[in-house]
């Protein structure tokens, strides 16, 4: 090979949920939200000759209706394009240390691929034999920590004590909490933020706002992490929302009544598909989040998930330790896991 491809830098990317070009499909495999944005978005209009000209820099708009939702004040909160986007650029700004990040062995799989990309030392922590934080594995000294809450793949919330606990533990680094599915079940850490100067709460529109195509995430901590996150973003790309993402952001906060709607839909439906699917022999892990983590008493999760890929019907599957006999299943539609519930059924009955 050309001596310049030395100086490649080479990664195990993260590997996203498969995006089927077939339309006639049930897709539960990427966590997205079955039912629509609000008609407030719907009715968002973005006038199409602004486009040539850059958006707001600062987002204002979106960051001053995040900050009187969430009762802080605009300069606690940044926004980004997802939050893989704040995520990544967290990990950039607060992860700097000869010290190793801390993170859960089983988690987002995105936050091994940053530490990797970023050259940030890590280590993984095993959750223990019920999938659930160890929180005296994060008293030792380390240059940060990260974790969803709830987690993913496991769907499992840890009380908000635990969580306080590590932060408490932890004061002299950054504690990242990832809540991209907290709407669909638990307390948020976001009321300890005024507590504890080394927490930053990481949210997005992807999941509960229906909005993952609009790719919006922000992050809420102290204006001093906020600034720094800024400053960091300022000197990679300073325009990193896009105007229809700040119109259409805005006016979903502003539907308060569709968001919680809609949140409970999905909520009723996860426990209505968990208690469908037990008597067919599956375990789901307690989940408070948009999707489930099931197991099967004799079935081998891989061989479920082809047949249903065979069907038409997708989900998640992870070859990985400790999980790999597990599927993790996105909450559609009561409609829509009806029928992914009779498949099942006559998969089960006629194998």
């Known amino acids: 090979m050309a001596a310049w491809s030395d100086n490649i830098r080479k990664v195990e990317p993260y590997v996203p949920g498969e995006q089927p070009k077939d339309t006639d499909v049930i897709k539960l495999n990427t966590n997205e939200n079955p039912y629509g944005p609000s008609q407030r978005v719907k009715n968002a209009i973005v006038d199409i000759d602004t486009l040539r000209l850059y958006p707001d820099p600062t987002a204002s708009a979106l960051v001053d209706v995040l900050a009187e939702y969430h009762g802080v004040d ?5 926004v980004g394009v997802g939050s893989d986007d704040v995520l990544a650029m967290s990990f950039l700004t607060f992860f700097n240390s000869d010290k190793p990040i801390l993170f859960p062995d089983i988690t987002y799989s ?3 691929v940053w530490a990797e990309l970023f050259s940030i030392p890590y280590e993984r922590p095993a959750l223990d034999e019920n999938f659930r934080l160890v929180k005296e594995n994060y008293y030792r000294e380390n240059g940060g920590i ?3 809450n709830p987690n993913a793949p496991t769907g499992i919330y840890e009380d908000i004590k635990n969580v306080e606990d590590i932060v408490s533990h932890n004061k002299d680094s950054i504690v990242i909490v990832d809540e991209a599915y907290i709407d669909f079940g638990g307390e948020s850490a976001l ?8 927490l930053v709460v990481v949210r997005t529109f992807s999941k509960s706002r229906s909005m993952a195509g609009l790719r919006i995430g922000y992050a809420i901590s102290n204006p ?6 800024n400053d960091v973003k300022y000197s990679y790309n300073s325009y990193t929302m896009n105007r229809p993402s700040l119109i259409m952001g805005t006016e979903s906060v502003k539907d308060d009544e569709y968001f919680k709607e809609t949140v409970s839909k999905v909520v009723a439906t996860r426990e209505r598909f968990v208690e469908a699917i037990k008597p067919l022999d599956f375990t789901c892990l307690p989940s408070s989040a948009n999707f489930v983590f099931a197991t099967h008493k004799d079935i081998p999760a891989k061989e479920i998930f082809q047949a249903a890929k065979d069907a038409h019907i997708y989900v998640r599957y992870f070859d990985k330790p400790r999980i790999d ?3 993790r299943i996105s909450i559609g539609t009561d409609e829509e896991m009806d029928k992914f519930t009779e498949f099942l059924t006559n998969y089960i009955q006629e194998r």
Do not use: R, W
Not at 74 to 78: I, T
């Open 74 to 78: 605009p300069s606690q909160v940044f």
């Open 191 to 198: 009321g300890l933020i005024d507590k504890y100067d080394n």
């Open 110 to 112: 995105f936050y091994d």
């Open 325 to 327: 006999n597990y599927l």
């Open 224 to 229: 001093v992490l906020i600034k720094a996150l």
């Open 146 to 148: 990260v974790f969803p």
